[in-house]
């Protein structure tokens, strides 16, 4: 059962504060130039404010855009193998949308399918959620149409709504509770607070049921797909900003002496993604690009990981230079015949 609490806003410098001397390492929202990313902070005040949402997700801090999985050199005896030094501290992750905290599950389930992601774990396994309710919205919004809302609590440790001059605290899991724990000092019962009324309004776009229901009888219809797909240019910039897209590559980096073996994000948008070493390619076009990439989100993952890979956080939509809307595109889908 999920315990409510209330906060004074003006206490989130004593939490921080806590928070660190408990030895936790603080990521939130922070302005890197034009972009927003999740970057380490030491106070509320490096934290950036009147966001919608981040350009980047959090999700780099579990999976990083580029790791070293091992060393490998050359010895007297062979090849000798190093494995790479385990270095993550537990961390908060604070000031994230409840969208961006659903996307975990996603994650989760994909690093724990067939086996266990060992490098992904040792960090995930170190990572709280301090959350925060969206009290605004934009057009490219649509979390209410994949199963969330801007007051979701699925996900987060801890989620605080912003009423007045105050924060509800929501303490959701376990580790919720640990990190209340912490700070208890500083919250105080949340009697008479009216969470629905200070919510962003998130219009449902699509009705996922149908969505999921004609998505697979679509497969073969390279008229939508074409259509969709015109304007694509294969950037990658969708998969670079989504917190569920998983796609990755593993290359060695060498010398005849020794070198590492790398992992780092891919996208199934890229036109070498599918590349065989013969020549062939299985998705040639970037029509069957962009089916493979919907029909993985709302078919494929719902399926096979019971969990959906999109969390309706609208950030392929907003970084798309050629203004490519996901929501627009599966609303066509939901509503097209079969």
């Not at 007297?76 to 905290?101: N, Q």
């Amino acid at each position: 059962m999920i315990e409510q609490k209330r906060m004074s806003t003006t206490s989130l410098e004593a939490l921080f504060q806590r928070y660190k001397t408990a030895g936790w390492w603080i990521l939130a929202p922070r302005a890197e130039g034009d972009i927003t990313t999740f970057g380490e902070v030491d106070s509320p005040g490096d934290v950036a404010a009147g966001l919608i949402q981040t350009t980047l997700s959090p999700k780099s801090a579990v999976l990083p855009i580029w790791e070293e999985l091992f060393r490998f050199r050359r010895g007297e005896s062979g090849i000798e193998v190093v494995e790479a030094a385990e270095s993550s501290v537990p961390t908060i992750i604070f000031g994230l949308r409840p969208c961006d905290a659903r996307a975990f599950a996603a994650l989760d389930a994909v690093f724990t399918w067939d086996s266990q992601d060992e490098p992904y774990l040792a960090r995930r396994n170190k990572v709280a959620f301090v959350s925060i309710a969206c009290n605004q919205a934009d057009d490219y919004c649509f979390c209410t149409s994949t199963g969330g809302g801007p007051g979701d609590t699925a996900g987060s440790d801890l989620l605080l709504t912003g009423v007045g001059d105050e924060y509800l605290v929501e303490v959701v899991t376990e580790r919720g509770v640990e990190l209340a724990g912490i700070a208890g000092e500083l919250f105080g019962p949340a009697e008479g607070m009216d969470k629905a009324a200070h919510l962003a309004s998130v219009p449902v776009r699509f009705d996922l049921d149908r969505l999921r229901q004609v998505l697979p009888k679509t497969f073969d219809r390279e008229e939508l797909w074409i259509d969709q797909s015109l304007r694509c240019l294969g950037c990658g910039a969708c998969a670079y900003v989504c917190p569920t897209c998983v796609c990755f590559d593993i290359q060695d980096e060498a010398t005849r002496h020794g070198g590492a073996r790398v992992r780092c994000w891919d996208s199934c948008g890229f036109s070498l993604f599918t590349l065989h070493t013969s020549g062939h390619n299985p998705r040639e076009v970037q029509s069957h690009r962009w089916r493979q990439r919907v029909m993985h989100k709302f078919a494929y993952m719902p399926e096979r990981l019971q969990v959906l890979g999109c969390v309706g956080c609208g950030r392929c939509s907003r970084a798309c230079p050629v203004d490519m809307n996901l929501a627009e595109h599966l609303a066509v889908i939901a509503e097209s015949g079969e």
